[in-house]
C-alpha cells in the first residue's frame, strides 16, 4: 500500500470497510503464533550492543512493537537490501529496488538474545507465512527477510527456520527469506509513526493489534 493509500484512510467509515477482514487476518495469525517455541539454538551474548536487521511489512507496526521490548535501545524504521543506500520511500514503494521495508534494532545481548528477537518476530511482529505483502501492503517490498548481522546471527535464523518448518508451527510454509545487503534510515516523519499516531486507523487496525500481543505473550519483556 503506498502512503498515499495509508494516509488516505481518515474517515471511520473508510477504516471499518476495511477492518473486519485485517482484524480476522491477524486474529488468526496470532492464534496460530501463540504456540511458537523459543529456538533452540540460542548464540552466546558478546558485549552488550548488538544490531538486528528484519522486514516483515509495513515498518511502523514492525518498530512499534520492538520499541516496548525491553532490552531494546533503539529502532530506525528504514530499508534493506544490496540496494538500500540512499533509498527513499518513493522508490522503495515502487517495488522495484529490490529493497524491502525492514527496521535495524540495536539491542543489549544480555538482557534479550537475538533468539528472541527472532521468536517476537515470528509470534506477533508479523505473519511469516505471508509470501511479498502483509495484510493490506502488497509486493515485494512487504516481504518477510532476515537481514543477519554476523555469521551467527545467520546460523540463528537459520536453525530457527528448520525448527519451525519442522514443527509445522504455521499451516502454511514459512515464507521468510534469509537476505543480504545494507540498511538505510527511512526519512523522518516515519520515525516513531505508531508512538506519535495511536489512533491512525491504519495504525489501530494493523499494528496496535501486535503490541497488545507482545503484551500477552511476552510479558517478561513487555516495556510500556
Not at 20 to 33: G, I, N, T, Y
Not at 79 to 86: D, K, P, Q, S
Amino acid at each position: 500500500m503506498t502512503l498515499k493509500a495509508k494516509l488516505g484512510i481518515s474517515a471511520l467509515a473508510a477504516a471499518s470497510a476495511v477492518a473486519l477482514p485485517l482484524m480476522v487476518s491477524w486474529s488468526r495469525s496470532a492464534e496460530a503464533a501463540t504456540n511458537v517455541p523459543p529456538a533452540a539454538l540460542v548464540a552466546p551474548a558478546i558485549g552488550n550492543r548488538e544490531v538486528a536487521v528484519l522486514a516483515g511489512g509495513c515498518f511502523w507496526g514492525i518498530e512499534g512493537v520492538y520499541e516496548h521490548v525491553k532490552g531494546v535501545s533503539d529502532v530506525t524504521s528504514g530499508f534493506a537490501g544490496v540496494r538500500a543506500a540512499g533509498a527513499s520511500y518513493d522508490q522503495v514503494s515502487t517495488g522495484s529496488t529490490g529493497n524491502a521495508e525492514a527496521v535495524r534494532i540495536v539491542f543489549d545481548p544480555k538482557q534479550i538474545s537475538y533468539a528472541e528477537l527472532l521468536r517476537i518476530f515470528f509470534s506477533v511482529a508479523h505473519d511469516p507465512t505471508e509470501v511479498n505483502r502483509q495484510g493490506p501492503d502488497v509486493g515485494t517490498q512487504y516481504r518477510s527477510a532476515i537481514f543477519p548481522q554476523s555469521a551467527a546471527q545467520a546460523k540463528v535464523a537459520k536453525a530457527y527456520i528448520a525448527q519451525l518448518s519442522r514443527a509445522h508451527i504455521f499451516k502454511q510454509p514459512i515464507a521468510t527469506r534469509i537476505e543480504s545487503g545494507g540498511f538505510s534510515a527511512a526519512e523522518a516523519y516515519h520515525q516513531d509513526f505508531m508512538r506519535k499516531n495511536p489512533n491512525y486507523p491504519y495504525i489501530v487496525f494493523n499494528d496496535r493489534p501486535k503490541v497488545a500481543a507482545l503484551k500477552q505473550q511476552f510479558p517478561n519483556y513487555w516495556r510500556g
